[in-house]
């Protein structure tokens, strides 16, 4: 068994609307962390612009799996998907990782790293009988869930502040070391 201090947290974006929440989000997560590192999947793209979060001070974008950042491999750190989208939602149950996100998200679930999901999803897809059976499956693997909240006749992601918090408490959780197989 190896022991690996935590150096970094990842905000792993998937292209849910609640994308746009993302950099206000993105500035509340950095001070808990030594490092910050953000990666939008192809669709989050399409919901907030890299730009927009390169003018937050603090954490570095990755766009590819040949980033220095992440080489040789991705630095053990707290994981966040959120928003992840159902069909994100769906393929890292299934342990697809067809994206840079999905792969540090599966790596880090594979080494036994915190990670944590903020799912954003619509009311008829958080009823779907997948969803319901990819967050079992996500739990089973000792993977956070923070199920997406009414508001209204609608289902959107959690607040911001209880993603805050969630990160933060990984973080306390395991301040010094994470054990890994």
């Not at 068994?1 to 509340?28: C, D, I, K, W």
């Not at 990666?39 to 399409?46: F, I, K, N, S």
């Not at 067809?98 to 540090?104: E, Q």
């Not at 739990?139 to 933060?168: F, L």
Request: aromatic content about 4%; charged content about 15%; some cysteine.
């Amino acid at each position: 068994m190896a022991t690996h201090r935590l150096e970094v947290n990842y905000l792993l974006v998937s292209g849910a609307g609640t994308a746009r929440r993302v950099p206000e989000l993105l500035a509340q997560l950095i001070p808990h962390a030594p490092r910050s590192i953000t990666v939008l999947t192809e669709h989050a793209h399409r919901v907030v612009s890299p730009r927009e979060l390169a003018l937050i001070p603090g954490h570095t974008i990755v766009e590819s799996y040949f980033a220095e950042a992440i080489l040789p491999q991705p630095p053990h750190g707290v994981v966040l998907v959120a928003p992840c989208t159902f069909n994100s939602l769906n393929k890292l149950a299934h342990g697809i990782a067809d994206t840079l996100a999905l792969s540090i998200a599966a790596e880090a679930i594979g080494r036994g790293t915190q990670v944590i999901v903020g799912v954003s999803v619509n009311t008829p897809l958080w009823n779907h009988p997948r969803a319901r059976q990819s967050v079992e499956t996500l739990r089973s693997w000792g993977v956070d869930i923070i199920e997406p909240v009414s508001e209204g006749d609608y289902t959107t992601m959690a607040s911001d502040q209880t993603i805050v918090d969630a990160v933060t408490a990984a973080w306390k959780l395991d301040a010094s070391a994470v054990t890994l197989d």
